[in-house]
């Protein structure tokens, strides 16, 4: 975008927020606003940055990935819900890594590959029996730097509905707290936790689900 353009634009919504107007002089409209009142308004510093042809300062959001990570991130996620929900063993170890996967799941630990698919297969046997469909979501991710791997805090939404549709109801409420580790050009879960609700405290301000277990494992 030119300077004129920026000029045309951005000027007569600065005067819009002071409230003042412009003063017509030889058909040529001319603004009484300094450099100095324009940089102390909202948007002002942007403005003038970009009349005078220099990038606006960017605003510091903390540690974050990369648009390229979270798009691999939510990516991960997003296969997670889809085997979970469709029954697909393989794709559901597929999320992990090989060496030294854990799960814990509100509060009870399961460690290596195996472990995790005795787990797995125990949640569709209830599922199952229940004779119902499960849908779940992985939403509004959080990111802490946690070495070359990223934790992940996730809300986790669990809905049930029955095969004869009889009814549906969220079976669950919670938070799932996952770290990540980058494999190429995708992530693959380290640990993964499924975490209950708590409405007083962020999760981030918790000790690791994993913790005391991989404290315990040595």
Request: charged content about 20%; glycine content about 6%; aromatic content about 12%.
């Amino acid at each position: 975008m030119g300077s004129q353009s920026v000029y045309q634009n951005v000027i007569p919504f600065v005067l819009q927020l002071i409230g003042r107007l412009p003063i017509v002089s030889n058909n040529r409209t001319e603004f009484t606003l300094s450099r100095r009142e324009m940089a102390a308004l909202p948007l002002g510093a942007a403005a003038l940055a970009a009349l005078n042809g220099a990038p606006a300062a960017a605003r510091t959001l903390g540690e974050s990935p990369s648009l390229e990570e979270r798009a691999a991130i939510e990516d991960l996620f997003t296969t997670y819900v889809w085997v979970y929900d469709c029954e697909n063993l393989e794709g559901f170890l597929n999320l992990f890594i090989d060496e030294d996967p854990v799960v814990v799941g509100r509060g009870v630990t399961h460690r290596g590959k195996e472990a995790l698919a005795a787990w797995f297969a125990y949640l569709m046997d209830i599922r199952n029996r229940d004779e119902a469909l499960w849908l779940h979501q992985a939403l509004h991710h959080t990111y802490r730097r946690n070495g070359n791997n990223w934790l992940v805090y996730s809300y986790a939404t669990h809905f049930s509905q029955t095969l004869a549709n009889t009814g549906s109801t969220v079976r669950s409420l919670g938070y799932f707290v996952s770290e990540l580790v980058p494999v190429g050009n995708e992530f693959r879960m380290r640990r993964f936790s499924i975490n209950s609700w708590d409405r007083t405290t962020l999760p981030w301000s918790k000790p690791l689900p994993w913790a005391e277990a991989d404290s315990a494992a040595g």
